[in-house]
């Protein structure tokens, strides 16, 4: 089981970028899916979470900026980022609370990172 994040890059004050992150393997469910990020000398912190009935909670910082959602179909949520800051530069990281397989449960699960820079 794992977690493939996708979708990074460079992003312009005010524009736009969607994230990706993928559960690959032979998934029964998904709990919750979240996205983090770490910037340089920071720690990481939590941008967005979706749980299983797609109900979401944010950050104050991307509250209205950014929109989490999640194709349980697909087993994979996405991370909607409009109006970007500078300050929205960061590696950001998905994550998954369990992820259940037929034959165990995975929790805590985390994808690689996918480098964000807002620059003009």
């Known amino acids: 089981v794992q977690l493939q994040a996708s979708g990074g890059g460079l992003g312009q004050p005010g524009g736009s970028l969607r994230l990706s992150c993928a559960a690959t393997?032979?998934?029964?469910?998904?709990?919750?899916m979240d996205w983090y990020r770490q910037a340089p000398g920071k720690q990481r912190e939590l941008v967005a979470t979706?749980?299983?009935?797609?109900?979401?909670v944010y950050a104050d910082s991307v509250k209205g900026r950014f929109t989490i959602s999640r194709d349980n179909a697909k087993n994979t949520a996405y991370l909607q980022m409009n109006s970007l800051k500078p300050e929205d530069t960061a590696v950001y990281y998905c994550?998954?609370?369990?992820?259940?397989?037929?034959?165990?449960?995975?929790?805590?699960?985390w994808g690689q990172g996918t480098q964000v820079t807002v620059s003009s």
């Open positions: 994550h998954a609370d369990s992820i259940k397989t037929s034959y165990r449960i995975y929790p805590d699960v």
């Open positions: 393997g032979a998934i029964f469910s998904i709990n919750a």
């Open positions: 979706v749980n299983s009935l797609r109900t979401t």
